[in-house]
C-alpha cells in the first residue's frame, strides 16, 4: 500500500491544553521528559536512554511535510502548565481508521492531561476517521483506564514490540467507534 503524505495539521484547543504541531525547541523537552524510563518503557517507539540527537530526529520527522502519521504536542500553556506536557499521535492506518498513541511526561501524570488530549483529538477528528484504536502494554495501568475514561472498548489482548524493553510485552487493544 502507497500512503498519502500528509498535510500539515492545524492547531486543536481543548479546555486546559492546546494540541499544536512541533516547533524549533520542542526536542530539548521531549528529549527531558521522554529519556524517563518510567516513559520511555510504556511505549513502543522511544529508546531508552533517549539521547538529545534521537529526540531532535524525533521532532524534524514529525516536523516533515512527507510524514506518514500526524503528531502533536499537548502544550499546557494556556491554562498556566508547561507548554509540552507530552505528546498525542493519530497515524493513518486505512478504511477510515487511525491508530493513536500518547505519553505524558511524569511531572503531569494525574492531573487528566492525556484523557483530556484523547478527548480533543477525537473531537476534532482530523483524520476523518470512522475509528481509532489504540494498543496499551498490560503493566500500564494508568493508560487503560485513559482508554477506558475515553471511551474505547476493550478488544482483547496481544503483544507489541518495546524497543526501550528490547522485548514483546502484552497489550490490551482498544477501538473507539468514531
Known amino acids: 500500500m502507497k500512503h498519502s503524505p500528509i ?3 492545524g492547531e486543536i484547543v481543548g479546555e486546559r491544553i492546546t494540541l499544536r504541531a512541533f516547533r524549533d525547541g520542542d526536542a530539548a523537552l521531549v528529549a527531558r521528559f521522554a529519556n ?5 518503557q510504556m511505549t513502543t517507539s522511544i529508546p531508552f536512554p533517549l539521547s538529545l540527537e534521537a529526540a531532535e530526529d524525533y521532532v ?3 516536523m516533515a511535510d512527507d510524514r506518514l502519521e500526524d503528531t502533536w504536542v499537548i502544550d499546557g500553556a494556556k491554562s498556566g502548565a508547561a507548554a509540552l506536557l507530552g505528546v498525542v499521535s493519530l497515524k493513518y492506518l486505512d478504511r477510515e481508521q487511525s491508530e493513536i498513541g500518547l505519553w505524558v511526561a511524569p511531572p ?3 492531573k ?5 488530549a484523547v478527548n480533543t483529538l477525537l473531537t476534532a477528528n ?7 484504536v489504540a494498543s496499551v502494554f498490560q503493566d500500564n495501568p494508568a493508560s487503560a483506564r485513559v482508554m477506558e475514561l475515553t471511551g474505547f472498548a476493550n478488544l482483547g489482548e496481544a503483544e507489541a514490540f518495546s524497543l526501550s524493553r ?3 510485552v502484552p497489550t490490551w487493544t ?3 467507534t468514531l
Open 7 to 9: 498535510s500539515r495539521q
Open 174 to 176: 482498544y477501538l473507539k
Open 166 to 168: 528490547a522485548a514483546h
Open 126 to 132: 482530523p483524520h476523518g476517521n470512522k475509528s481509532v
Open 60 to 62: 524534524k520527522r514529525a
Open 36 to 40: 524517563d524510563r518510567r516513559v520511555a
Open 112 to 116: 487528566g492531561y492525556a484523557s483530556e
Open 108 to 110: 503531569f501524570w494525574n
